[in-house]
C-alpha cells in the first residue's frame, strides 16, 4: 500500500483552474510491432492506464497495480485472446463441409448455424467448435474404417442428419445395425443426444448424454458428462422447466465434474460453464465473485476469459445493479469507477484510495481528477512518493504533470515530466508523454521534438501537433513554423491555409498577405484566386480574401476530414465549417521567443469576440458589401456566405448570429442584385 492506512474524508480544495480531465484515447498496440507491444504490456509494461481502455487492458493493469503479478499462464492467455484472429470467425462450417466432400465426393451447403428460439429472437445453436469436432472425428474416422469406407460413410450420414437441426425442424439420426463396429454405436449414441440438442429437445438430449458419461467404453464419456449440464442450462433459458431448479442441478453436476480428476480434460470447459450459470442465478453475486478471484489470481490460466465475462456483466448493470453490488468486490468497484466519468467517477476513486490507499485507486483518481476537485491537494501529495521501479510510476507521474502545469505549477511539473522521460517506455506511453511536453515546451526547437512522434516506426507530425499549429498558434508563430525546414510542404500548406482564414476573419490583410505569398506555391489549385487577391486593392482584400475561402471552403477544411469528404461537396457540408463552433483561434499556445505573448492574447481575444470562424467571416463579407456595394465581386459572396450559413446549420455548426447573418445577407442580395445569377441560385437562406 502506499500509506498505510488512509481513511482520510475528501478535504481541501485545489487552487481553481479551468481544465477538464484527459482524453486517454491512445492504445497500447499502436506501435508498429503488436505483438511485442501486448507481451510487454501483459508482462507489466502498462504505461498510461487509461479509463477508455478495453475492460481486458483495464483488468490486466489493475492487477499489476495491485502488486499481484499475471503468471506466464495467464499472460499466454491473455495474448491469445487479444491476438488479431481470436474474435474473427474462424468459419468453422465451411471448414467441416470441405472435409465431408474430400471424405464422399460430394457437395452439400455448409450448415446454418442460427435456429429460432422463444418467440421472434435467434439463437447460435451449432457452435463453431461444434464443427471443429465433427470435422476432427471425420479425419479420425476415415483414417480407423480405411478399409471400409462404408462405416464412416454411415458415420458421415449420421452427423448430416444431426446439423439439419442447427437451423430449425427435428431430425434424428436412427440407430445403426447390430452388426455395426462397437465404435460406430459408440458415435451413433453421441450424434443422436446431439440431434435431439440441437433439436430442443432437452430432456431427451439429457438422458443421452447422461447413458454416456456412465460409459466407461464410449470415448466420448467426458464429453457426455459436459453436454448433460449444457442440456441442463440450454432448458433453463430456452426450455420450458423451472429455470432456478435446472440452475441448481446444473451447478451441482459441475462442482462434481470439477471434484473429479478423471474429467481433467473438460474441467476449463466446466470452469466456463460454472461461471455462466452461477450469473444467471445470481448476477451480483457472480460479478463479485469473478473480481474477488481475478484480484487473488485464483483464475486457472483462465483470466482472458473471466475478465470478458465480469465486462460482459457490467455492461448490463442497471443503477440498482450497480448500487448492490458495490462493496462486494474491489475491483469491480475501482473499474465502475474509471468508467463512470470525470465528476462522479473521480469522487468514486478518491473513495476507494481513502479505503485502500493502493496504487491501482490513486491512478484512478489522478486519472479523472481535475484542478478544482476537492481532495486533490492529498492525491499530489502522496504521488511524490511513488518510486520509478513501480507499475503505477508513468501514469501517476503523467497525471501529476499535467494537473501542475494547468495549476499553474510549471517549474514542478516540468521537473517531474524530465525526470520520467528517463524511464523506459513503450512508444505509445512516450507520445502521450510528447503531447504533455507540447505544453511545457520553452523553445520552438523543443516543441518540434514533442511534436514529432513515432508512428509505424517512422517519427511523423502528429495529428494534435498539427491541430494547435492551426487553432492555437499565433498568426505570427504559424508563419514562422511553415519556413522551418523540418516542416513538411502538406504541414507547411495545412497551417498556411489555417493562417490565411484567420487573417482574413480578423481583418489583418497585412498577415493575410503573407501567408497568401508563401501560400501560393503549395496550392496550385489556389493559384489563379490568390493572385487576384494579392493583386487586389488593400480596402478590398478582405472581401477578395473571404471569396478565395467561401469559393474553396472544402480546401481549407481539417485535413482529416478532406480526404473522407472527397467527391461529397454538394451533399455534405464542407469541412471548414463541419461541426465547428469554435472561434479560429480556440486557446493560446505561448512559446518564448518565438511570438509576443502579449500579442498572442490580444490575437486569442479578438478572435473570440468575432465568434464562430464562419460567424466571423461573415461579419467581414457584409462589412464588404456595405463598403463596396458595386463591386462585382459583392453579389458571388453572399450567394457563397447563404450557401456556408445553410450548410453548417445542417451539421449544427450555426449559431443565433448565423442565423441572423444567413438572413440578412439573402435580403441584401435579393434587393441589391435580384437580376444577377447569383440572386437566381440562391432561393432559401438558412
Known sequence: MLIASLSLPITGQAPDAEACGWE????????????????????????????????????????????????????????????PTASMHRDAARGWSQARKSAVQDDVAAPHSHRQGNGHSYFLNCTDDAFATATQTLT?????????????????RGQDIVFQNCSGGTHIPAAVGSDAPTLLKKDRAYQIAAANFYAKNYSQARAGFDAIAADE??????????????????????????????????????????????LASIHDASRNLLD????????????????????????????????????????ELDATGRSAIRGRSALVDWLLAMQDGELQGYERAHEGFAKHGTAAWLVAALSLAAPNRPGLG???????????????????????????AVMGKRARATKLFEEALQSPMQAATRNAYSALGMGLSTSMRQWQGFAFREEEGRKVLHADARTAMRERFSLAMMLKVARMPRVSNAVARDVLMAGFVRAIVLGNVQMARKMAKRLK????????????????????????????????????????????????????????????????????????GLASPVGNRAEHAAAAKLGTRLDGLGTRVQQFVAAAPKHPLAPELLHLLVRATRRASMHGSSSSRTRELSKASFKLLHRNYKDTEWAQNTRYWY
Open 24 to 83: 486517454g484515447s491512445y492504445f497500447v498496440g499502436a506501435e508498429n510491432d503488436r505483438d511485442t507491444t501486448l507481451a510487454a504490456f501483459a508482462n507489466g509494461s502498462i504505461g498510461l492506464v487509461s479509463p477508455t481502455w478495453e475492460t481486458t487492458f483495464l483488468i490486466s493493469s489493475y492487477r499489476w497495480l495491485q502488486g499481484t503479478a499475471i503468471t506466464a499462464s495467464e499472460q499466454r492467455d491473455l495474448l491469445r485472446d487479444w491476438s
Open 140 to 156: 479420425d474416422r476415415v483414417n480407423v474404417f480405411a478399409n471400409a469406407p462404408s462405416h464412416y460413410h454411415e458415420w458421415i
Open 217 to 262: 467404453g464410449s470415448p466420448w464419456q467426458p464429453t457426455g458428462a459436459y453436454l448433460a449440464v449444457r442440456s441442463l442450462v440450454r432448458d433453463a433459458s430456452l426450455g420450458t422447466g423451472d429455470s432456478a431448479s435446472l440452475h441448481s442441478d446444473a451447478i451441482l453436476r459441475l462442482e462434481k465434474i470439477l471434484a473429479n480428476a478423471s
Open 276 to 315: 455462466l450459470v452461477r450469473y444467471r442465478a445470481d448476477p451480483i453475486d457472480q460479478l463479485a465473485r469473478l473480481g474477488n478471484a481475478i484480484e487473488r489470481g485464483a483464475t486457472g490460466g483462465r483470466l482472458a476469459t473471466m475478465a470478458k465475462d465480469l465486462r460482459l456483466g457490467i455492461r
Open 378 to 404: 492529498l492525491l499530489l501529495t502522496v504521488a511524490e512518493t511513488i518510486k520509478p521501479d513501480s507499475p503505477a510510476f508513468l501514469a501517476i507521474r503523467f497525471h501529476q504533470v499535467r494537473l501542475l
Open 521 to 592: 506555391p503549395l496550392a496550385p489549385e489556389l493559384g489563379d484566386d490568390l493572385a487576384l487577391f494579392l493583386r487586389a486593392k488593400a480596402a478590398h482584400r478582405v472581401g477578395v480574401g473571404a471569396l478565395i475561402i467561401l469559393r474553396h471552403e472544402y480546401a481549407f477544411g481539417e485535413p482529416s476530414h478532406r480526404e473522407a469528404l472527397r467527391g461529397f461537396e454538394q451533399s455534405c457540408a464542407p469541412a471548414l465549417f463541419c461541426g465547428v463552433l469554435e472561434p479560429t483561434f480556440t486557446s493560446v499556445v505561448e512559446i518564448p
